[in-house]
């Protein structure tokens, strides 16, 4: 698929076909295709399914609860929710460190007995990562010092001083710092795709919602009412009505999720690209297409920085008592492979189906974060957080050893503020300018 | 009473009758005196209930348990519960300080969010006491810093710098320093008095348990086997019978209670005084005295530094369907007054009665802890605990840090050895044989 001899050798590149060549050829059209430059892959249904493809999180939970089709969320950085778990509450000790070398570091420690054993729980966190460990004291002579145990997790931590965070609310500062790229709500972009239709100004100009789409969005979630609509509203109006009266929403494992239906944004005539539709779908990280017919999709056909993975989905004699949906998944090369694995592509109608494309949704954006593009980001938001974490806890603890006049800047917003996943957290971090317009390449 | 006169104008002083006196006279006999030159006080059964009769911290029990009369054990500081209650486990921070003016202090501070109500919960310790306060927050602009926590709670502690306590295992050190005053164990000096007797040497010399004697002890608690008793041995031996072969011991409101009965300690033929009794009823601070027929009793009739409350029962009509007991009570004059107030000063014998007299036995204990004596032995205690807590929370903290090589004497004890009550403490801490031959005067 994508190779490096593209960027050597190009005029060498034979490129896969064109959209309109495959739709030309007729016949069994495939749902989805390479763009013709690759840079995606296509989930292979006969691929074994990776290792990984349940969170151990996950997997402690009740295997069989009724309704439980056994499709799990991936786990994401353990770190991030370890101090919600283990230290916030409990007694434990933090610690920052300024380096030069590696920036800033903030160190939490926790003594835990249980009965005979003694462990310490440690969590580091750096500008690059998060770490967290937890080491059994039963070998040691004595409990490591700070520095012993930021070089044991880091290695590039060696040699450092700490000092300690002595502020009495400093635990809720932290735990908002890890928990910045942790998401429980989602959005994910629907795009209404006709037999034929190769371009995105064709796939935002469908105004109509068949009866075939009608029945897959109701499967989806629940039609709700935008106006004044209390659960996360994923950007859109609940105001003024300006992106539509209505949308998709639902719950699936305490995740919220809005929809960004195509058919339900608003149409601007005489707008070719139909910017109401497209600001919304286009900042969305994963997106749905639904087709009504076989009809190829090709990912690269909406123009968009963050659309990065795409769940295909063509429904098979709709509106009926065997309505089926057949089902592709295609993403960017740099984003991980995610789960549910697409083990049989045919689904019948029904609560399995949803489970498995809701949570095939939310892995999909999981993933997306891996990505090269997403993970840059998150390392910029990171450092930045961190840095202004760390001279908030040194002011704090300066100013209750009685060192200095105190806070005087009251009114600053915590980065509390800063909270509600990787996405809300860039955006407050960077101009947001960049990324209004970041769909338009 | 006891009145500074007595040293100021000896010669002019009129004692009060000795105990010869009173029985020569013959008649109704008072069942307690006052000894020649006072220096105790007396219960009167008429004088009103003291007003702080019932500890705060029991009235918040359910008050109409069955087989619950109202008879409460009083409050000890609540500083030195503090810590467990609201610190141990939790998130907290603590902070050292060695000052010329006032000593080594030890402050704990933890921030509690109880829906919109903020709080700092303190405790500050210094050689001469514990002060535990909750501070709302929701006047002061900010957190206050550790020095402003100290002033507040402590007038002396003023300007002074504070360093953090940076060990993760030092909250099990703190709690046994707090607790070394919280006492959940009790030995009692039972003594049987004949009538007419009026020297220690005639009571220790009793050796016959009288069925009066007997129904009553079997009221206190249950006779136990000494050979290896598991429960609280209150220094009696379980391993090689020195001290009799068996004792009568109870638990009441969890507190373990047990008795030195005078005639269940060994006899030793040809000692006059009775030593092997003496060493263990001697040590008590606070006796029973049973009295099988109306006879006087005299509080410096054992000569002892550690006594200081009697409470004296006389068995009426025993052995029968209407036992009944006649109590007083007598402390130094040292000792502030302890409840239950002695209303009505004769019993029928049953379970109110039993309740009455060990609620009135552990609550002479804690009072008589108030007296001179102990007061100050307890603050030389606190003193020194508090210097080696201190000592150890800043070695351990400067090795978390990794500025110290790291604590070399592991094998060295931890103040949690000297957990188990003023009294233990106090002889952990101070040259034991000086307590050992300090009931001869």
């Known amino acids: ?33 390479l763009p013709e430059f690759g840079g995606y892959w296509i989930e292979d249904p006969d691929a074994p399914p990776p ?19 056994g499709y799990r969320l991936e786990e994401i950085n353990e770190a991030a929710r370890a101090y919600r778990k283990h230290f916030l509450g409990r007694e434990h000790l933090n610690f920052s460190c300024s380096s030069s070398s590696v ?9 835990e007995q249980e009965k005979e054993h003694e462990h310490l729980l440690v969590i580091i966190r750096s500008r690059v990562k998060s770490v967290y460990h937890r080491l059994s004291l039963a070998e040691l002579p004595d409990i490591p010092s700070v520095p012993e145990l ?5 290695d590039e931590a060696a040699g450092l001083r700490f000092s300690p965070v002595l502020y009495p609310k400093a635990s809720q500062l932290i735990v908002n710092y890890d928990e910045h790229e942790v998401n429980n709500t989602y959005k ?4 209404y795709q006709r037999f034929g239709q190769v371009s995105e100004e064709e796939l935002f100009r469908n105004n109509e919602e068949t009866p075939a789409f009608t029945e897959f969005l109701q499967l989806l979630g629940d039609t709700v009412d935008l106006q004044d609509f209390k659960g996360f509203r994923g950007g859109l109006d609940v105001s003024h009505g300006q992106t539509g009266s209505q949308s998709i929403y639902t719950v699936h494992r305490q995740q919220e999720i809005m929809f960004h239906v195509s058919t339900k944004l608003p149409f601007t005539e005489g707008d ?29 056909m909406i123009a968009s920085n963050f659309l990065h993975a795409f769940v295909v989905v063509q429904a ?4 009926s008592e065997t309505t089926s949906y057949k089902v592709s998944v295609t993403a960017r090369e740099d984003v991980p492979p995610f789960g549910p694995p697409l083990a049989a592509p045919v689904f019948k109608k029904g609560p399995e189906f949803r489970e498995f494309l809701l949570t095939k949704l939310i892995n999909a954006e999981l993933a997306c974060y891996k990505s090269d593009r997403f993970a840059r980001l998150e390392e910029r938001t990171r450092a930045a957080l961190l840095d202004s ?14 060192l200095t006049p105190g806070p005087e800047e009251e009114g600053r917003g915590e980065n509390g503020q800063a909270h509600g996943g990787l996405l809300e957290s860039i955006k407050v971090n960077c101009v947001s300018s960049v990324f209004e317009t970041s769909y338009c390449q």
Chains 1, 2 share one sequence.
Request: hydrophobic share 35%; aromatic share 8%.
């Open 1 to 33: 698929m994508f190779d490096v001899s593209v960027f050597l050798f190009q005029d060498d590149y034979i490129p896969y076909p064109r959209i309109e060549e495959v739709l030309e050829r007729g016949g069994a059209y495939p749902q989805v295709i």
């Open 51 to 69: 290792a990984d493809s349940r969170g151990k999180e996950e997997v402690e939970e009740e295997e069989t609860a009724p309704g439980d089709y």
């Open 103 to 111: 920036g800033n570091l903030l160190l939490s420690v926790r003594h």
């Open 150 to 154: 930021a070089k044991l997790l880091c």
């Open 188 to 191: 994910f972009g629907v795009i």
């Open 272 to 300: 070719a690209q139909q910017l109401q539709r497209k600001r919304h779908i286009g900042n969305d990280i994963v997106a749905l297409v639904f087709q009504e017919e076989a009809t190829p999709f090709v990912p690269d």
């Open 316 to 319: 098979e004699e709709p509106c």
């Open 389 to 402: 974490l760390h001279d908030e806890l040194q002011r704090r603890s300066q100013s209750m050893l009685g």
